[in-house]
């Protein structure tokens, strides 16, 4: 019998959570439970899993690890990156592959772009838990005098939260009566430089005399983000480069107003709501950040959209909040419907199906 082993690891960043629900959702498939092994992948502590891997079983691996190269039988990579230029080292990484699953058609032009073979990248969407993230009865209707916004992502450049707040201060300045929640985390690098990092935003928003601009930090569970969305009047999203935007789609999921770009791997989903979000135009940039450079150690473009942009969409979503209420409940409808984890296992082993793996 062809098992199938999935290395990787639980935890509650997007990574980890993609990872999870993954496999909680295709051991849910009629067949699969039994055929299915979980692997925490760390270090070398999956060596021996490696070693008993037969040439008729199957390996995912949803980021690289040491033993990966040692593996028998078939072998897929996870694909998910944010750039349109890839280092060489990466690249290889992926090459040593039977198949490589990306979360978006995106991400498959990007490969394509870079010498692969299009029957060697399928398409394998990630996706939402569409019984956690429902909208709230909050979303249904305002009920207080204070409008807030909500952003979520890795505190980074990548983020776009920089223009964001020159943006928020262009529109609204230090009006009480609408607020900016930023849940910008640093999770890598440990906790002093997180605490350095939680440091230099706040520095920012006490710099441009934000009093209206809060930071939430904080390891939170699936059941917390959903609660936290609940809270808000709509969100933003001025990330210049995706492999998916795990936030973005939980907020559309949750029935929230969206403000955000339309570039990389979140255009999977975005292009399903097209006229129910509120689209941030940008433009196209050599990506020059010396942090980004340094892990990932490849150029390339990423989308920027400028603050007068983005102080022009949030007043606009602001003043037509009843309009893109109604429609964010359909366009969470649409997310909810093809974008659940359950559809993400079933593209996964119509994959394994068409490449006769299985």
Known sequence: MTKIYLFGQRNNMGGGTHYGEFVDAIK??????????EVYATGKSISPTVKKVKET????????????????????????????????????????SNLVWVPSKWAKNVLIQHGFCKDHVNVVNEGVNPNIFVPSCKT????????????CGKNEARKGFDELLLGFKMAFGNDGKTQLHLKADYFWG?????????????????????????????????NDMSRLYSYYDAMVFPSRAEGWGLPLIEAL???????????????????????NFVRLEHQLQSISC?????????????AVATPAEIAKKLIFIKN?????????IMASKVIREKFSWRHAAEQAVSSLQSNMFL
Do not use: M
């Open 28 to 37: 849910s498939l009629h067949g699969f439970s039994e055929v299915i092994e």
């Open 57 to 96: 079983d199957i390996s995912v691996f949803f980021y690289p690890t040491i033993s990966e190269q040692f593996v028998r039988g078939k072998v897929i990579k996870w694909g998910i990156f944010e750039t349109d230029t890839l280092p060489t080292d990466y690249l290889n990484y992926l090459r040593r």
């Open 190 to 222: 440990g906790p002093r430089y997180t605490e350095h990092k939680k440091c230099q935003l706040n520095k920012q928003i006490n710099d441009l005399g934000l009093n209206n601009v809060t930071q939430i930090t904080g390891d939170l569970s699936t």
């Open 253 to 275: 999921a949750s029935g929230l107003p969206v403000v955000s770009t339309f570039y990389s791997g979140h255009t999977e989903y975005l292009s399903s709501i097209k006229g």
């Open 320 to 328: 037509k909040h009843d309009f893109y209420q109604r429609k964010a």
């Open 140 to 151: 249904r209707g305002r009920n207080s005098d204070t409008f807030r916004f909500f952003a």
């Open 290 to 302: 010396p942090e980004f450079l340094k892990h990932w150690k490849a150029g390339g473009n990423w």
